[in-house]
């Protein structure tokens, strides 16, 4: 569509809207301006009820964060043990690379 096919389309439906406006009865008019007023009414308090969610919701999110917290069963961690700790000091694959590791500190690349 074109600007002026636009414009001319505008026009009819304008005027058809007119037409069909001026052919209603005054009681369908004044209930349509009733429910066009208590519409404008009712938005405001929608975004007013809505306003009030938003900390609610929050509140109630750090609420369970909190519930879910204490009720499940923290695992804690268990330290090694002495033998454990053995264990780890005699593995041998540490030692046979021990050459290795003491050439690699000697010719550490400056950072």
Do not use: C
């Amino acid at each position: 569509m074109n600007d002026h096919e636009l414009e001319k389309f505008e026009s009819d439906v304008k005027r058809g809207f007119e037409q069909s406006i001026a052919a209603l009865d005054g009681h369908t008019l004044s209930r349509i301006t009733q429910a066009r007023v208590s519409a404008l009414e009712n938005q405001g308090k929608q975004e007013r009820d809505f306003i009030f969610w938003i900390p609610a919701s929050a509140v109630a999110a750090v609420f369970m964060a909190l519930v879910v917290y204490n009720i499940v069963p923290q695992q804690s961690v268990e330290q090694p043990s002495f033998i454990d700790e053995i264990d780890i000091i005699s593995d041998l694959d540490l030692y046979e690379n021990l050459d290795f590791y003491e050439w690699l500190e000697l010719h550490e690349l400056p950072s």
